[in-house]
């Protein structure tokens, strides 16, 4: 199976992970993460790497589970977390791929959410 890249996105978003800070914290390279984004198959031992950094099952990343439970209170206003990625998007000197990934996570996480309330 591939890894669900719409449910990875939205996880590392949660999290507020970069593509190449996840790679650092899984301990799978970036490298990696772009071909498994990309439809190739995971090495088991690497997804699980993967699944552990974003505190979830291997199997949901592969699309066979149910998403893991959400708080039901944000930690955060919305509109703190806006405001929040607004001015580290302008404090930062993101390259165009990094920008890239943010805004797939944001736009990912948008269209999860509209689907989970349909």
């Known amino acids: 199976m591939i890894v669900n890249k719409e449910r990875l996105h939205y996880r590392a978003f949660e999290l507020d992970l970069s593509l190449p800070d996840l790679a650092k914290q899984s301990g799978v390279s970036l490298a990696t993460l772009s071909k498994w984004l990309g439809g190739a198959k995971p090495a088991s031992a ?33 509109e703190d977390r806006v405001a929040r990625l607004v001015v580290k998007i302008q404090a930062s000197n993101l390259s165009k791929l990094d920008l890239d990934f943010l805004l797939d996570h944001l736009l990912t996480a948008v269209e999860l959410r509209v689907n989970e309330l349909k």
């Open 46 to 78: 690497s997804l699980t790497k993967l699944a552990q950094a974003l505190s979830v099952s291997p199997e949901w990343l592969l699309d066979s589970a149910p998403p893991p439970k959400r708080n039901q209170e944000p930690s955060r206003s919305t």
